[in-house]
């Protein structure tokens, strides 16, 4: 007996080292128990045993009919998120570096040049035919109409249609199209507060969230994430005692700039929580389907589509160009529009009937696969560079979105670095980005995968590295 235990628990840690050191990577497939059995002479019962082991710790999982695989993200153990203290209510004042990262379109891309000469996916070439063709079978003179408010039914169906298939209770006259994901934000903030209202959100949190609040005088709240796991309850159930927090900003799934996933059980405890306080929760929905390890989680907004109010757009699934996103609440349908009317009053039809068309003909859940694809690799590759140029650095390697946050030591201070990258044609994201606190994360940067690594982003990461090393030449 003891003797079948330190076998099932040597082949434990034997897999658990190489999973640590990063040989093998979120979303591989471990080798098949028969395969272990007979590379290891081991029986049956002993490496099941040793897979559930590392089941237990998170660490991997099974999927039916197809094995176990590695689960994912890299515990960040020199982090300090999950010790960040709980901020007091305060007006913002953001650092005019997240001007600059936008002015240079650059938000998602170390080398911004770069991405004017990079190959477009060939998937896309059909959306590019199908917003072509809606824009030339405008009839007569509709190009001088404005579309409804509400945005083209067609488009609102379908997006219900989706919603539904992620365990949604939606339909077409619960959506408002939106100017992007941060408009949608936007409305639902202006439909739930007023200035000097408090409201809570995730720290690290999206730079884009930060400067809404910021434009309509509302108090924040910071709130500490677990680089894992997201949002720290009982950091919020804290702040509920202390102070009358009307809404929360939240990212449940694939926070950016961790790419932290809320499990389940916290999912339901935070709705809960905003029941009780009367807190309307604001789900920032726009990494909802892309995960690139498994199938996302369910949103918070199919738990409780009254008390949440569900944003998102397909600016980070498709094109940022297109400016297209949404927001979902029955109760409040009816104050979107007239929000809408005075911030954008409508959307582009063609672009809306395009993006119906390329649904429709299945192109997007096409383009979706072989994205998600692509990013899986690029994640995967990023993380092998990360260990080459910053050797010692921990990150987190999420199971989707776009980025990942990484932890150089201590004394870096990546705003200061910025304009000596900018010079050289480098564009960071610095941590400081993310929070309105101005000594926190200044040691981090997010980085994203969205865009392949190639041999010019490469020398892009390494020139941040001499940076980070204090070496500028």
């Known amino acids: ?9 040597h082949l434990a840690n034997t897999f658990r080292d190489s999973i640590q050191r990063g040989i093998w990577l979120a ?65 913002l004042s953001l650092e005019e570096v ?5 002015m240079q ?4 891309d170390l080398l911004p040049e770069q991405g004017q000469v990079d190959e477009a996916p060939l998937e896309l070439e059909a959306l590019h035919r199908c917003v072509g063709r809606a824009l030339r079978q405008q009839k007569g003179l509709q190009h001088q109409y404005y579309d409804e408010p509400d945005g083209l039914p ?110 389940a059980d916290q999912r339901l405890r935070l709705i809960r929580m905003a029941r009780q306080h009367s807190m309307v929760l604001i789900e920032d929905h726009i990494y909802g389907e892309m995960g690139l390890n498994a199938s996302p ?65 299945g192109d997007y859940d096409r383009h979706l696969r072989r994205y998600l694809q692509r990013l899986r690799h690029q994640r995967n590759g990023l993380a092998e560079l990360l260990g080459n140029v910053f050797p010692g650095c921990s990150f987190t390697l999420p199971e989707g979105g776009l980025c990942l946050w990484l932890a150089l030591p201590e004394h870096t201070d990546t705003m200061a670095i910025y304009a000596t990258a900018r010079q050289q044609g480098v564009v960071i994201t610095p941590g400081a980005m993310f929070t309105t606190q101005p000594d926190l994360y ?10 392949p690594w190639n041999q010019h982003r490469r020398q892009a990461l390494q020139t941040v590295a001499r940076l980070v090393a204090g070496k500028h030449n």
């Open 27 to 91: 979303g591989d497939r471990l080798p098949s128990v028969r395969e272990v059995m007979s590379e290891h002479n081991l029986s049956r019962s002993t490496v099941l045993h040793a897979y559930t082991l590392l089941e237990a710790e998170g660490l991997i999982t099974a999927r039916p009919q197809r094995g176990y695989f590695v689960t994912g993200p890299t515990a960040m153990p020199d982090a300090p998120l999950h010790r960040t203290p709980v901020s007091q209510p305060r007006l």
């Open 297 to 361: 989680p369910a949103p918070l907004f199919a738990r409780d589509p009254d008390n949440v109010i569900l944003c998102s757009s397909f600016s980070k699934s498709l094109s940022r160009d297109l400016r297209v996103g949404w927001v979902v609440n029955r109760k409040r349908h009816g104050e979107f529009s007239r929000l809408k009317r005075i911030t954008t009053l409508a959307n582009s039809r063609f672009i809306q009937q395009g993006l119906v068309d390329f649904i429709q003909n």
């Open 105 to 108: 379109g650059a938000a998602f």
């Open 154 to 263: 067609a488009l609102r169906d379908i997006l219900a249609q989706r919603l539904r298939k992620q365990g949604c209770h939606v339909n077409q006259d619960d959506v408002t199209i939106t100017s992007g994901c941060q408009h949608a934000l936007l409305l639902a903030l202006m439909s739930c507060t007023r200035p000097g209202d408090v409201v809570a959100v995730e720290s690290p949190g999206f730079f884009g969230s930060l400067q809404v609040l910021q434009q309509l005088g509302l108090q924040v709240v910071e709130l500490p994430c677990d680089p894992l796991s997201g949002l720290d309850l009982d950091s919020l159930e804290q702040a509920l005692r202390q102070w009358s927090i009307k809404a929360m900003v939240v990212t449940p799934t694939y926070a950016t700039p961790t790419g932290s996933c809320m499990p």
């Open 1 to 9: 007996m003891a003797s079948n235990s330190f076998r099932y628990r």
């Open 442 to 451: 200044r040691h981090y940067l997010r980085l994203s995968f969205a865009h």
């Open 98 to 102: 997240i001007n600059d990262v936008m």
